[in-house]
């Protein structure tokens, strides 16, 4: 099983910009579809972004469309999600997330079986 671990999360201004990393080890990235959620106080954990294993189709939650822009890096075996015009509702814990199944293109948190700790961002108005 990969285990994962982010970094770069932080305090920034509304529309500022912030580069978040997932180190994954045990495993690698591309064997993996690889998304971001967040989840902020009081709300349900939320799909964000994800790039299936072939590292070539991303897809977003519409609320950060245009905005944020997730990547893969295999020699790093890394995944990066760049955010950009951040807005305070974006404010958050961020979790960077692996799923096995190669098969689907999920935003279910029931569907991605491996997590990291998570890093927070908070975006100031």
């Known amino acids: 099983q990969v285990q994962l671990v982010e970094s770069g999360g932080g305090l920034v201004q509304a529309g500022g910009s912030l580069k978040l990393s997932c180190a994954a080890s045990?495993?690698?990235?591309?064997?993996?579809?690889m998304a971001w959620f967040r989840q902020a106080p009081g709300k349900e954990r939320e799909f964000v972004a994800a790039?299936?294993?072939?590292?070539?189709?991303?897809y977003y939650a519409d609320s950060v469309q245009d905005r944020f822009t997730i990547s893969r890096d295999n020699a790093k075996n890394t995944v990066y999600l760049q955010m950009n015009s951040l807005k305070p509702e974006d404010t958050a814990v961020y979790y960077c997330a692996a799923d096995g199944y190669l098969g689907r293109k999920s935003r279910a948190t029931s569907d991605f079986g491996s997590w990291g700790p998570g890093t927070q961002v908070t975006v100031s108005s």
């Open positions: 045990g495993r690698t990235v591309s064997n993996y579809n």
């Open positions: 790039i299936r294993w072939t590292g070539t189709s991303t």
